[in-house]
């Protein structure tokens, strides 16, 4: 096993904005990362880990489905076994997507599901019995304005999100009292990232006005989710721009 002093984070959905911050974040914090992306974007995971390894930090790139069952048991084992102990896990998958009712196919219902719900379970699945064996951990599931309610268009959305938010809920209750911290993030606004800019004409405005949320102000309060003493444990923190209706 590799001797890494703090551990290994792993980051499911290392994507080019809010999951490679978060990935940049623990990286600083001083504990190995592992980048988890989907086999197709493989060029960008290898970017990624590359760009950590450059800056001082420890990562490595793991291409895999996190929808495909046996590939993540895989996964987790071959971390804890040729890595270190998973001392984080972060599920950031978003699936984000807007249908009509009536437009939503069966197809989209069950995709939108699977990642953005089912792949969040198997990461729990597998990664809470080494957790629990050492008595300590942290998990972190990255919610959305949709796991609190459901609006126009976003009916596969914020199902799957409904259900990761429960998810977490259940982890927490139940790995809590076996010193396991489980935390429910809600970011409830536009992040500053790829996605918003091609939908949000006036990016740069609202940049300028601390209107839309920076990615790597969310994972600095990832992190501190992780550091906090278990004797005032959050569960569920939601972060949005101080002029953001709720």
Request: neutral net charge; contains cysteine; glycine residues 8%.
């Amino acid at each position: 096993m590799t001797n890494i002093e703090k551990g290994v984070a792993l980051i499911i959905g290392a994507g080019d904005d809010t999951g490679s911050a978060i990935a940049r974040a623990f990286a600083r914090d001083g504990l190995h990362v592992c980048v988890v992306r989907r086999p197709r974007h493989v060029d960008k995971l290898d970017a990624l880990s590359k760009s950590l390894n450059v800056e001082g930090g420890s990562a490595s790139p793991h291409p895999v489905d996190a929808r495909d069952e046996e590939a993540v048991a895989a996964l987790i084992t071959q971390i804890e076994t040729d890595i270190g102990p998973i001392e984080v896990a972060v599920f950031n998958i978003g699936a984000n997507v807007k249908f009509d009712i009536a437009d939503t196919t069966p197809r989209v219902f069950r995709k939108v599901w699977e990642m953005a719900s089912f792949a969040g379970f198997l990461m729990a699945h597998n990664v809470a019995p080494h957790m629990v064996a050492r008595g300590r951990g942290t998990m972190i599931f990255t919610g959305a304005t949709a796991s609190l309610r459901g609006g126009a268009g976003f009916s596969a959305f914020a199902a799957a999100k409904h259900s990761l938010r429960a998810l977490a809920q259940s982890c927490a209750r139940e790995l809590g009292p076996k010193g396991i911290h489980v935390a429910h993030t809600v970011i409830d606004g536009a992040i500053d990232s790829n996605f918003i800019r091609e939908i949000f004409p006036k990016v740069d405005a609202m940049r300028e006005k601390d209107l839309i949320l920076n990615p790597d102000h969310i994972a600095k309060n990832y992190v501190q989710l992780h550091h906090q003493p278990r004797d005032a444990w959050t569960f569920e923190l939601d972060l949005r721009p101080y002029g953001e209706k709720w």
